[in-house]
């Protein structure tokens, strides 16, 4: 079988990647008033041409900017829309378990101030960037999906009052809003596109259920909601843009926020999402079994085994991962599937606990277990 020429590929990794030294301290310099917005760019330029040259040298078809521009995975992106900004007054905390405890990842709550919409090209500047400095690899674009603003409301959208007094408003203007997002990517270049999603994944955890059922909205069809607006915005997509997304959840400090397989969302999620790949975590018991998979119709679409953890330094044994892929071709053909690992390794600028020689070492992996799978 041969190596796949378009994305997602045989071997291929979700997005973020650990901050170098370099950065951080240009990161906080700034914060401080230390360095100037030019001499971060700057900082930021140079540990994103070394970490595209590190994923050409281990042999990876795809090449993301590491998400260095970043503070947070998700948050970056959603501030940018216009309506949607960051309150003054309030926080939200998001509660993330280990094997060692308990911590969590607070944050600005968002506040929807006007009606969704989009004035300016997200990361547009930022994939030029990265299309400019890759030399063998396909650079990819990550952006949170349209679901993950909502999910980070912390409350219903349509309030008495409010911007919004019905649902269905809120939901078109959101999908619009992404609709010319994608279209003015594409304009720019981009043919490989990531739709992060951690909701679609959180949803079938019962815990994630109540507190949604909690702020008033019907958790039980949530996920299909979520389907349909994706759908909505890749309707008229170029044929040439390839689109996936990833589910996990929750990766912060090597911490999770969910658990549970992927059987409440499957149908809808597998069967009816019209995506290119799936992207999906799989290096532990705590997501469950590759049976939720069997909704996925034969075709072209892709399964990425998540099955490389980021969340420790700990490297894999090739033979166990080859056993897992075998295993999924019980539910999916061989064809069908590709393999990364199971999240980004550094979601937000902190970082997963694991050194950069072990981050190369898992991608190496990747790349040499797909080769000896697919050829």
Known sequence: MSARTTAPFRADHVGSLLRPPALRQARDDHAAGRLSDADLRAAEDEAI??????QESVGLQAATDGEFRRTSWHMDFLYQLDGV?????????????????????TSKAMVIDQRIGLSTTIFGDAFSMLASTVTT??????????????????????????VYTDADDF?????????????????????????????LAYLNDPAQRESMTAR?????????????TINEVLRDRPDDLRVTTHMCRGNYRSSWAAEGGYDYVADAVFGGLQVDGFFCEYDDARSGDFSPLRFLPRGDQQVVLGLVTTKTGELEDPDTLKRRIEEATKYVPLEQLCLSPQCGFSSTVEGNDLTADQ?????ELIVSVARDVWG
């Open 49 to 54: 041409r070394d970490v595209v040259a590190l």
């Open 85 to 105: 900004r960051p309150s003054q007054d309030s926080s939200v905390q998001v509660a993330f378990h280990n094997a060692s405890g308990d911590l969590s990842f």
């Open 137 to 162: 690899a396909v650079p990819k674009l990550t952006i949170p999906s349209p679901s993950m603003l909502h999910y980070r409301l912390g409350g219903a959208p349509v309030q008495e009052g409010g």
């Open 171 to 199: 939901w078109n203007d959101l999908a619009a809003a992404y609709r010319a997002e994608v279209h003015a990517l594409y304009d720019l270049g981009v043919r490989y596109l990531q739709l992060d999603d951690t909701s």
């Open 216 to 228: 008033g909205e019907d958790a039980t069809t949530m996920h299909q909601r979520y389907v349909d």
């Open 359 to 363: 981050q190369r070492a898992k991608l």
